[in-house]
């Protein structure tokens, strides 16, 4: 019995060391082949121009802009309605079965593929204000709400009852608890999913193509919300799908999967920051 259990340990030590090898060396080959496929062909030119189909060069300044534009707007829409939803749910709603719908619609809003997100933005938003990098905002706000909302109530629900308690006690209203206790105690997992908000605007595609088009043009924050624009993904679907042009396409890929790290990074950094101060 102990050499036959000895062996069973054995076993699943050797595929449990083998499993993480093999998703290790993945995940190495394909951060490693992008990056050596991709920086050769990033350049200051590459980084600051537009396209110019006189001179036949390529740059994705316009589609760094775009990015930037959409990702800030929004963030501008989703975390208010996020984080007041999740506070209402949390804080304020005495109906259990009402809270327990909405947070089972919010997590299954959650698991939607990003191009039903997509079709259902461009008859919704495109169709009134037309192809443009607000329609884009708003069909990603409404992608990422359940993810700001179900963090924001996940870190409320953390902060110990005795907080609010002796809050009440000393005679502070319910909002006044809530703004001075309750979210000061739980910013750090807010802010952690607003960053992790972040990445997946970064890396949405689909939905955007169908609402916010893929134009290369320059323009202004205002003026740019308004035009049509293509953000850094759909410039990469653009370029390797469109119009053969890999090398930039990795060069926008390896620009990516820096930010999604620098993004992973601040994520991790901010919550060991808040914890740090909470712990003092």
Known sequence: MTTKRNAYIWTMRVLMWLATLVTGALTLFIVSYVLIQGIPHITWEFLSTKPS???????????????????IATLVIVIPLGVGAAVYLTEYATNQKV?????????????????????????????NFGTCLMAGALTLAIMNLPTIMRNT?????????????GAFGLGAGKWRVIRTVV???????????????????????????????????????IEGLSSAGATLTVALYV????????GV???????LMVLAFAINLSATAVTKHFQKKNAV
């Open 239 to 246: 370029y390797a799908k469109e119009q053969g042009e890999f």
């Open 99 to 127: 809270v327990g719908i909405i947070e089972y619609a919010a997590e299954a809003l959650s698991g939607i593929p990003s191009i039903i997100y997509g079709l259902v933005g461009m008859l919704m938003f495109s169709n």
């Open 249 to 255: 396409a990795f060069a926008i890929a390896a620009i």
């Open 53 to 71: 189909y006189l001179t036949e060069t390529i740059g994705i300044l316009p589609d760094i802009l775009n990015t930037v534009y959409i990702v």
């Open 153 to 165: 109530q996940e870190s409320l629900k953390t902060v110990p009852q005795s907080y609010r308690e």
């Open 183 to 221: 979210l000061p105690n739980c910013v750090d997992g807010v802010i952690t999913g607003c960053i992790l908000s972040v990445g997946r605007i970064l890396g949405e595609s689909a939905a955007l193509l169908f609402t916010a088009g893929f134009a290369h043009s320059l323009n202004g924050f």
